[in-house]
């Protein structure tokens, strides 16, 4: 069975672009979670979905963050417009239900110059 | 608010022990347990539920006290293959889980 596969996998990219970062998650799984990894703030959880739906975004930095979940087996992260502190890697994990065991992707390592 | 790990880095020679401990300011439903090897996603290690289940790893145990809100990572005889940052994740009552900066494990031959 696919883990969870994230792309694209390296993104470089001016200050001001729009930047998008695509996630499926394990078939059958119905929890899905974004986190953003750095140096100085470590793992942080930024938004996480049950069935679809949004339950908690209070981790999103700002407005210039979305994310969707348009179905079961995709969802996206955007960036508008990125700025050069948004640089780091992004992971995206699912698991079969909040507070099941997660199964991280392989990440999204986004530089923003 | 992210949980507490010590040590924030430990530097181990094949077969020592270590002991990682977690500590949260927030009530503890469970603590979800990762390792993350350098260039790599984290993986899933362990989950210690409220109430004392425990579920994980073969070689590696860990412990989860309530009433202090820590939780313990136990590495005994360790191996190469245990190099990496172990991440600690309590879960709240919403089950969705706040990592911690992590601790640097790295053993030696």
């Known amino acids: 069975d696919a883990g969870v596969i994230q792309s694209p996998r390296h993104e470089v990219t001016e200050m001001g672009q729009e930047v998008t970062l695509r996630c499926k998650p394990i078939?059958?799984?119905?929890?899905l979670f974004w986190y953003r990894q750095t140096m100085m703030r470590g793992l942080e959880l930024l938004i996480y979905?049950?069935?679809?739906?949004?339950?908690?975004d209070s981790g999103m930095p700002e407005d210039r963050f979305s994310a969707k979940m348009p179905n079961a087996s995709f969802s996206t992260l955007k960036i508008q417009p990125s700025e050069p502190r948004d640089s780091a890697v992004y992971f995206c994990?699912?698991?079969?239900?909040?507070?099941?065991?997660?199964?991280f992707g392989p990440g999204t390592r986004l530089t923003v110059t | 608010q992210q949980p507490v790990q010590s040590p924030q880095a430990v530097i181990l020679r094949e077969g020592e022990d270590a002991v990682i401990n977690c500590s949260s300011s927030?009530?503890?439903?469970?603590v979800h347990w990762y390792r993350q090897k350098h260039g790599e996603a984290p993986v899933f290690l362990m989950i210690l539920l409220k109430g004392g289940e425990q579920k994980g790893h073969d070689k590696i145990s860990a412990s989860f006290n309530e009433k202090k809100q820590q939780s313990s990572l136990y590495l005994t005889a360790s191996q190469l293959s245990y190099s990496g940052t172990y991440f600690c994740g309590p879960g709240g009552s919403q089950g969705n889980l706040i990592f911690g900066k992590g601790t640097k494990l790295s053993v030696k031959p």
């Open positions: 927030k009530a503890l439903y469970s």
């Open positions: 994990a699912s698991s079969s239900g909040v507070g099941y065991e997660q199964y």
């Open positions: 078939s059958g799984h119905n929890s």
């Open positions: 979905f049950n069935n679809n739906v949004p339950i908690d």
